[in-house]
């Protein structure tokens, strides 16, 4: 592990010299940086702001998705500890500063007192912010951990846990090139918190020594049933008074717009009745010109969701979100869904419109989620490939009120029974803090 640790590092300055190249040309690269300038002192300022006389547990989370796994956990160990426990939660990602300081509309945990950037993962900057933050344990989410970091805590004593831990057959940590480093990463953490039984099984392959490995679930499932449950927001009027039967596009990409948008073109012949809400994973405006484009050739007149505001109806077919943090709600008004990611990285999150009662189509790469494979198996969801796909599948169920009540009542059932998550992971932690005294 050592001489592994030494190669990363000395690797570490050609990355950070290949970021700086490459941010005048990618704008997330380009925050990411300017955000964990002078993070030095803000990090001392807002340390020494905390109040210490209780534990203090440092969440570490990569972007939006993993921010969203967090929260039960977090707001779990609140209700517990009570005044006893402050939380610190840092981010890597720029998209999830952002959406944490702008759009999370979630009630805010009050016991999150600290929230900042994670610095570039050297030995020295790891050092400062772990004697600054003095945290009595790290808890990282998914997969997001960070070399530097976890040997020094270690070196520390303090107790590191990774909840809603994956590791899918696919993953690149199971290579031959990688699989020795994260093996040493792995084994170095107190416990992993698995999504399922087969990660789990991919951990203990992978790790050694005395790390403890359980199959705890998806944090995911309960967030998202306490985002629905709770949900208070409320939609356009318009779309309600429209009358239509929406199909809602959540979460698309280029390619999947190519399947959507011509498919459901093809659709409104049988099902003039139809609507389609277009919700673009980053609704930027040259996306938003895209899509715009896409949609005047296939002779589809829409409205922008901004402008539905005030509106008491609408006669066009089509919506398009202009705006981010709006997917869930826009789920409801759903009776079929449609997830994008699929034709590029890996689907988006299925699991909010599922929990929903809507059936979920998407496209072929589905290895990145476990509760996509498994509503395909339940017959609740299903992979398309071509718009003729999305034609004729969304027909089907359009044509099949029953069957469609089924399949999104079987989808449903799938996510509440998932929960409760969120509670093993916390027993795990307040396991391992109440070791350190």
């Known amino acids: 592990m050592r001489i592994r640790l030494a190669v990363y590092n000395a690797l570490l300055p050609a990355a950070a010299l290949a970021a700086r190249a490459a941010a005048p040309f990618n704008a997330k690269i380009a925050e990411g940086l300017k955000g964990r300038e002078g993070f030095r002192k803000r990090w001392k300022e807002k340390a020494n702001a905390l109040d210490r006389n209780g534990r203090l547990i440092w969440f570490h989370v990569s972007s939006v998705g993993e921010f969203e796994q967090a929260k039960p956990v977090m707001d779990l160990l609140a209700r517990n500890k009570g005044p006893s426990l402050d939380l610190a939660l840092t981010f890597f990602s720029p998209s999830g500063m952002n959406y944490y300081e702008r759009f999370d509309r979630s009630k805010r945990i009050g016991a999150i007192r600290f929230v900042e950037y994670l610095p570039v993962d050297t030995a020295r900057n790891m050092r400062f912010c772990l004697d600054t933050l003095r945290p009595d344990m790290i808890v990282y989410v998914k997969f997001d951990i960070w070399p530097n970091l976890v040997v020094e805590a270690a070196r520390r004593g303090i107790p590191q846990v990774l909840v809603s831990g994956t590791l899918s057959p696919g993953s690149r940590r199971l290579s031959r090139v990688a699989r020795s480093f994260y093996g040493g990463l792995y084994s170095t953490l107190d416990a992993i918190a698995a999504i399922s039984g087969e990660d789990a099984a991919r951990f203990g392959a992978l790790s050694r020594g005395p790390v403890e490995i359980v199959e705890a679930g998806d944090t995911r499932f309960d967030q998202v049933c306490r985002r629905i449950d709770a949900s208070g927001a409320k939609l356009p009027g318009g779309i309600s008074a429209a009358g239509r039967t929406w199909i809602v596009a959540g979460s698309t990409w280029p390619r999947d717009e190519d399947v959507v948008i011509p498919g459901f ?139 469609l009540a089924e399949k999104g009542a ?11 998550a969120a509670l093993r992971c916390v027993d795990l932690i307040e396991k391992y803090l109440d070791r350190k005294r």
């Open 410 to 420: 079987s989808a449903a059932r799938f996510v509440r029974s998932h929960c409760g």
């Open 265 to 403: 073109a093809a659709l409104r012949r049988a099902h003039p009745e139809a609507g389609l809400i277009v919700v673009p994973h980053e609704p930027t405006p040259d996306r938003l010109g895209t899509i715009r484009e896409s949609l005047e050739k296939a002779r589809l007149p829409f409205r922008l969701l901004s402008s539905l505001k005030d509106a008491a109806g609408f006669a066009e077919p089509v919506v398009v979100a202009d705006g981010v943090g709006y997917l869930a709600e826009l789920y409801r008004a759903g009776r079929v869904a449609y997830v994008g990611g699929s034709f590029t990285t890996g689907v988006h999150n299925v699991m909010e419109p599922a929990v929903l009662n809507l059936p979920v189509f998407f496209g072929p790469r589905i290895d990145n989620s476990f509760e996509a494979r498994e509503l395909v198996r339940l017959e609740a969801a299903a992979i398309l490939g071509t718009a003729d796909d999305f034609a004729r599948e969304c027909g089907a169920l359009l044509s099949d009120r029953k069957r």
